[in-house]
């Protein structure tokens, strides 16, 4: 078994190649800040990197909500990552929040986000940084941080357009308005909405199913889905064959194309 970190305020767990973070504040609604899950998060996405036993990651919240996103009452207060003047609060964003996306934009393993709940403003920027979102009935989704009178200061605004395209992502960061679970699926936000119990099994049953291909090319191919949304044809496809040379010379290649084989004969 692989050497599991040991975590603050989330929970995680490893069983047949799918590792689970549960971000566990349901006091806080699982908010980003004011916790310890921001550094939670950071050390999952570098374990997950350096742990080979790991193929898929699925992100969860505890209890009610997914993530409520920056704590309110600090802001209020104008404490814990909010306080200083202008310069002191944009280095405690930079190392605070902000590295939650530059860590899980580095993340080899696909990422499936199992939103429970309410992903609001950061919470919300944190489901969409995942590869595929998966949603309860029980959720909704918004960037809210206009209705507070901040911008989107951990990257949402990068992360949304590319997701929905720059129009929607647009109406919804400029109105701050909360959607529904239903409407996030008709937007592009989510790839399905499950009822609350079925949940979890349904982000799972993807995870196993995609943690059950080579893990090899599996992490290679991600890379390469990244990769492709920032580079020109010509260039990405000398990187495919590079890639593809490197698979070709593993052995779980050879493993899978036998047993595909050995399918075939049996038919």
Known sequence: MANIPQLTDALLTLEDR???????????????????LIDD??????????????????????GSAFSAGGNVRDMAERGGDFAGDVAECAERYRKGIQRIPLALQEVEVPIIAAVNG?????????????????????????????????IPGDGGAWFMQRLIGYQRAFELTLTGRVVEAGEAKELGVVLE?????????????????????????????????????????????????????????????????????????KK
């Open 193 to 265: 909405v499950v009822p609350a119990d079925d949940l979890m099994p349904t982000a799972m049953k993807m995870a196993k199913r995609i943690a059950s291909q080579p893990p090899k090319a599996t992490r290679l191919t991600k890379r390469l889905m990244k990769m492709g949304q920032r580079m020109e044809l010509k260039d990405f496809l000398d990187v495919c064959a590079v890639f593809q040379g490197m698979c070709h010379n593993e052995p779980e290649h050879l493993e899978a194309v036998n047993r595909m084989l050995e399918s075939m004969a």
């Open 41 to 62: 998060i950071v050390t999952t996405a570098d374990w997950v990197n350096h742990c080979n036993d790991v193929s898929v990651l699925v992100i969860t919240g505890a």
């Open 118 to 150: 309410p992903a609001i403003g950061a919470g919300f920027d944190l489901a969409n940084m995942a590869d595929v979102r998966i949603a309860s009935e029980k959720a909704k989704f918004g960037e809210t941080f206009l209705n507070l009178g901040i």
């Open 18 to 36: 799918v590792a689970v973070l549960t971000l566990n504040r349901h006091d806080l609604r699982n908010a980003l800040t004011g916790s310890h």
